[in-house]
Nanobody, 122 residues
Framework: QVQLVESGGGLVQAGGSLRLACAASGRTFSRYSMGWFRQAPGKEREFVATISASGGMTYIADSVKGRFSISRDNANNTLYLQMNSLKPEDTALYYC???????????????WGQGTQVTVSS
């Protein structure tokens, strides 16, 4: 069992930056691939980024490539999403998720946080 708690969301102007964090409970964090997803009102949940269990592999969605980066600190059971050059279309509820497979599909993730809201004003 893995419990995930996101933090770091907020209101930011277009062009600004935010760093999201996802704190994981338990001693098995380093076994899991981790992902970030987002969901805007009236839209389906969308893949943002994923990182392998060791941190050696990452994959970023085309919509945020070059602006967002994903990283993890296995010693401190924490996942990060650095978001730069934010745009109004990045406004969404951002979720972190844990799964045993390195994947862009939300169906491959077993544990989810409650989400943190990111709002980008124009």
């Amino acid at each position: 069992q893995v419990q995930l708690v996101e933090s770091g969301g907020g209101l930011v102007q277009a062009g600004g930056s935010l760093r999201l964090a996802c704190a994981a409970s338990g001693r098995t964090f380093s076994r899991y691939s981790m992902g970030w997803f987002r969901q805007a009102p009236g839209k389906e949940r969308e893949f943002v980024a994923t990182i392998s269990a060791s941190g050696g592999m990452t994959y970023i969605a085309d919509s945020v490539k070059g602006r967002f980066s994903i990283s993890r600190d296995n010693a401190n059971n924490t996942l990060y999403l650095q978001m730069n050059s934010l745009k109004p279309e990045d406004t969404a509820l951002y979720y972190c998720a844990a799964g045993l497979v390195f994947s862009v599909s939300n169906s491959r993730y077993d544990y989810w946080g409650q989400g943190t809201q990111v709002t980008v004003s124009s």
